[in-house]
Nanobody, 126 residues
Framework: QVQLVESGGGLVQAGGSLRLSCAASGRTFSSYAMAWFRQAPGKEREFVAAINWSGGSTYYADSVKGRFTISRDNAKNTVYLQMNSLKPEDTAVYYC???????????????????WGQGTQVTVSS
């Protein structure tokens, strides 16, 4: 009952910024926890950031703390990932994920999420 569409990816130089957006459909978006994961070529998909239903709690991978900020606007059914001070190591396909009100498990694990977007490419040049 939830569909997710990411946008905002692109090519940027090291030290630059991008803002990713995830537009969600659904009648109860405000009750869903949301997250961003990423996958680089030849690597497993890894956790980036998560936010609870109200936006009052956020979680980040150590590799992005202090550089990335996750936020949500429930009135717009949209989740954002502001990425600053980008590094070549941030190059990956970024995926939006949603966990419904009956979901369980750690925010850090892929299996905790019920819905996924198609991904958007972020490339950071050195």
């Amino acid at each position: 009952q939830v569909q997710l569409v990411e946008s905002g990816g692109g090519l940027v130089q090291a030290g630059g910024s991008l803002r990713l957006s995830c537009a969600a459909s659904g009648r109860t978006f405000s009750s869903y926890a949301m997250a961003w994961f990423r996958q680089a070529p030849g690597k497993e998909r890894e956790f980036v950031a998560a936010i609870n239903w109200s936006g009052g709690s956020t979680y980040y991978a150590d590799s992005v703390k202090g550089r990335f900020t996750i936020s949500r606007d429930n009135a717009k059914n949209t989740v954002y990932l502001q990425m600053n001070s980008l590094k070549p190591e941030d190059t990956a396909v970024y995926y939006c994920a949603a966990r419904g009100p009956r979901g369980s498990g750690s925010y850090y694990y892929q299996r905790s999420y019920d819905y996924w977007g198609q991904g958007t490419q972020v490339t950071v040049s050195s």
